[in-house]
């Protein structure tokens, strides 16, 4: 293999210490710590000749511990292969090898300590050692690392992503006669950096020309397509094939095909990313939930193309079992529809103050240093955008586009019995702009609403960073009750740190919040925050009393303020509602103090006898 | 038959005009009019029977609407026998028959024009005469009209009630031992009302003993325990049977079981039933809902128990096919949600205020003349309502109970893309209130709130009512979307019509509601309502923004402003939101001034170079 390829091979055997080598000889066993330092060679030496033209390396690699201090470093360029026979087919070859310091008897132990691997190659040891070299040279040399399908905005930035950062990929388009016709060949040969990748629009080529176990994203639309795709998959795939979604699937779908491909014993992952075209193709930020072995084969590709934190970590962490990528990547658009329309609410504000849009502009400007987000930096970029007629914002129809993730964030919240009244509030203002029509004929009936509120741009400014505080507040709360009820334990300050660069939601609160939320999962009540808060709190109140004053449409900035208001009532109207439930449907209630919890039912109508 | 039961008999054929006779005996087929004066004859005969001890009537009622008119005004006297035989049976016995005017010849017009009745005990005329009486008999004599199943609060006080309005019944209880045992029976024994009825515990003695096509109507938990009592009764029901859900089902469940059923022959209607207890036993609001010629078959036992109108109309209509009975409920349920939130945040307005209990009472005693309502009722008798250590109000936990239907009706309108935000901040501001503990840690944490707006009771009043109106403007709007995307044509002002008296959503504003949505759908665009909502606005204006500046936690009311303010206005900041998304997700955008609706891509980032 090493002649036919070209690489230098190396014995794992060669580089022992004599003392491993005089404990094997004695017939004892390595223990870990005796293999360390052996490991630590052989990892080096990969390392090494990695940055030359790689090598061959063969030896024993028993447990996946092992192989983690193996592939430390170089994990983006490993690739394993598992030469696979039975005790009886390797003792006999033990047997066999003269001039070896491993008796025979030690062979047991390594098969009780052996883990297999699922990302490596299996090759029958059975096979002749021609067709054991043709079978690794097919798989390995000849097929590629990765495959992706469905070549859409974010597909064609990803797959140029994975191409840009070294891996040989198989991108996939459908042939659609007439529609999409050689979509992928096309785009292969559109980028430079694609020379070395396999484009197909047949399904059956296409798998074929991955690395066993397989790894094949789809960037398919969310829905039945996704199922179509899926089965049109299977046919062609081998066990421990691993299908990612990396649409904006549904976390109850994710759920449904991750058990249904089980069956057919195919990983299915659900992996949530966000970044928009851009972001795929420069770093965006992932959040792959589902089995977690299977992740490990993906993890290389995708920490590899994600975006970087300040520390140069990857924006990309395991997020946790079933539909859990695709939940946080839902709750993270949640999240991000109430931050766009508070920046719709605050540009709404300042035109009532008299602003144009330049102004504007200058003004968020200024909040760069307080409250700087990438959502804030495109807004000033769109503001200050203009065409030959004046400022395009202007010309831009006010219906604002409402499906998908948003809808989603605020069924979950309803299902989890969660206040997430921002993001709510967000998908309703959307929804209401919609009927733009009937929004036009009552303004000819009510008449007018201008009127300009008494603000300052500094209000404004604590009002907006207030308001975006609960939001968060609220959308990490979200995430919290469904890692409760759905035990998926997510740790929200590493969601945290993958949303601080690469997403749409990145903001400098986004990386107070990876500190805050390490400490403890409720941002509201750390202390940091609380004197923000009550310092910021005045000035929200005030906005949003005066705007109302002034008939403007503010319901995010309005929730933000009568969330943190319940929020901080330790006694709400709560007990008004419960009376009522007890008088109509017998729905009883409990005592304030009575901490048994007991049950109690009033007969409140006077004309009753009880 | 007559004899044996010992009520007269009447051959309708000797009630003919001598016009209609002759014309039979030229060979003639009698047409619509002709057949009108003799319809009209049988049906005030069978009145004045009725009045008796009731008739056995023989005739020709071949189409629906001659059995209209034969049953007008004693639907829920009549019993229909069809004896049922081919035409050539019918033929042959025709040809035997002497002295009669009709000439056989006239018999293939007469099955063209049949319609099979759905609700007929049918017979066939191949049995003797003496199986054809016992047939009867057992059939419409010993069996009871109409079957109950499952004896909880609710389904107790129908029975009682359907016993009440002269039906005879068959109810039923499960048998779970120790838990649930002899439930029917001794509810039976404990009213009198139920001597008639027959009580049952077990499923196959129940559906016997009803007569066909059976009627049973299921007053079960929501969820999987219907599903289950369906399993159950399946086995011994016949084609044409009916089964009613009675309970809070959810609507795609019900239309689940819609076609699960009618593979079985079998009829189900899904039916919404408000009132609580007391109005389940002296008259609910029902909205039934699935397929319409099964309804009729239902639809005089549910007019009889159903709560009546002013006009005496009962409070009952045919809502829709589908699952659109318990849509329409659920919706019900959601505007209910925001109403009792409503008059917890005025409560909690004046506890600021500094009022107790009684005092807030005495004030919505004179709220009645401009704003009545079974909820403000309710809640005036709960706030004087007092214990030995004072008021119970003071004494109940504020935590509110949150499950179904209020979180259904939110997951609907974001499903419809439809803003219903005063439903969903109502069912927010429940949510929260369940975080008591943390509630009182914040309160901790931030200090307490309190601080008194300035408000006079007189505003108060005009927001109370002016939200009100917004909530019930929302919950129609989104019941007209439904309509629309569902294709289920309903009609809201009968909706409102049969919610004016029987449930809880019950008020006067429900009875202005049916004469305006008789005009158009859309109630904030109605010119009687256009000039309330200008008058009382201000009021609900300065409202929310002095108890927003006080801290106060008011969701519902800051709703209605923001709903309102977004409503009549025709320019939003959605046009900001659209150039987001297009920025980074090229989702593209419309223009104001292009009635085209072509969509439009800007490059807006500074950095490129398009």
Chains 1, 2 share one sequence.
Not at 439 to 447: D, H
Request: charged share 25%; hydrophobic share 40%.
């Amino acid at each position: 293999m090493s002649k036919k390829i070209d690489i230098p091979f190396f014995d794992g055997d060669d580089f022992h210490t004599a003392q491993n080598v005089k404990k094997m000889s004695d017939g004892k066993s390595l223990d870990d710590l005796d293999r360390y330092e052996w490991l630590l060679t052989l990892n080096k030496l990969a390392g090494e000749q990695v940055k030359k033209n790689g090598c061959i390396i063969a030896c024993s690699a028993l447990k996946e511990k092992y192989r983690d201090i193996l592939k430390s470093g170089i994990e983006n360029n490993i690739k394993w292969i598992l030469l696979n026979g039975s005790f009886e087919q390797v003792i006999e070859r033990l047997g066999n090898r003269k001039d070896h310091f491993m008796p025979t008897s030690l062979l047991r132990s390594q098969f009780e300590t052996f883990e297999d691997p699922i990302d490596a190659l299996k090759i029958d040891i059975a096979l002749s050692r021609k067709e054991i070299i043709k079978t690794i040279n097919n798989e390995l040399v000849n097929r590629s690392e990765f495959g992706l399908l469905g070549l859409g905005v974010m597909g064609k930035s990803l797959s140029r992503n994975l191409a840009n950062s070294g891996f040989k990929i198989s991108i996939f388009n459908r042939h659609l006669k007439g529609v999409e016709e050689d979509i992928a060949i096309n785009f292969k040969n559109e980028y430079k950096e694609l020379d070395s990748a396999l484009a197909f629009d047949d399904f059956e080529d296409f798998v074929n020309s991955i690395q066993k176990p397989r790894k094949i994203m789809l960037m398919v639309n969310a829905g039945k397509t996704v199922d179509v795709v899926i089965e049109r998959l299977i046919p062609y795939l081998s066990k421990d094939d691993v299908i990612v979604d990396g649409g904006n699937s549904h976390y109850k779908d994710t759920e449904r095909r991750i058990k249904y491909l089980k069956n057919e014993g195919i990983y299915f992952l659900g992996v949530g990313i966000s970044g928009g075209e851009e972001g795929a193709l420069r770093g965006p930020s992932i959040m792959p939930g589902g089995n977690k072995n299977s992740y490990r084969l993906i993890q290389p590709f995708l920490e590899k193309i994600a975006a970087k934190d300040k520390n140069k970590q990857p924006c990309c962490s395991y997020i946790g079992g079933d539909g859990s990528g695709h939940f946080v990547k839902m709750i993270h658009n949640g999240i991000e529809y109430a931050e766009m329309q508070l920046l719709a609410e605050v540009y709404t504000l300042f035109r009532s103050l008299g602003k144009v849009p330049d102004e504007i502009a200058n003004i968020l400007e200024t909040w760069k240093a307080a409250s700087n987000s990438y959502l804030l930096e495109i807004t000033i970029e769109i503001l200050r955008k203009k065409e030959k007629n004046g400022w395009i914002i202007d010309s831009i129809l006010d219906k604002a586009g409402n499906k998908g993730t948003g809808n989603w964030a605020t069924i979950a919240a309803a299902e989890l019995g969660t206040p997430s009244s921002m993001i709510a509030s967000a998908l309703f203002a959307r929804h209401l702009s919609s009927f733009k029509e009937e929004r036009e004929k009552a303004e000819g009936v009510y008449g007018e609403n201008e009127r300009s509120p008494k603000l300052s741009k500094e209000e404004l400014l604590k009002a907006y960073h207030l308001s975006r505080i609960i939001n968060h507040h609220q959308g990490f709360k979200l995430l919290l009750q469904a890692s409760n009820a759905y035990n998926w334990d997510l740790n929200l300050a590493e969601i945290a740190r993958i949303w601080i660069n690469g997403c749409i939601i990145r903001s400098s609160l986004m990386e107070d919040l990876v500190i805050i939320l390490k400490q403890a999962d409720t941002i509201l009540l750390n202390k940091e925050i609380v004197k923000r808060v009550k310092y910021l709190r005045p000035s929200l109140n005030n906005v949003v009393s005066q705007a109302l004053l002034s008939q403007m449409e503010i319901p995010t900035l309005s929730e933000a303020v009568n969330y943190l208001n319940g929020y901080t009532n330790g006694r709400s109207s709560a007990n008004l509602i419960q009376a009522q439930r007890d008088y109509f449907g017998a729905h009883t209630y409990q005592k304030i103090n009575d901490a048994t919890g007991k049950f109690y039912h009033t007969n409140w109508n006077k004309l009753s006898h009880d």
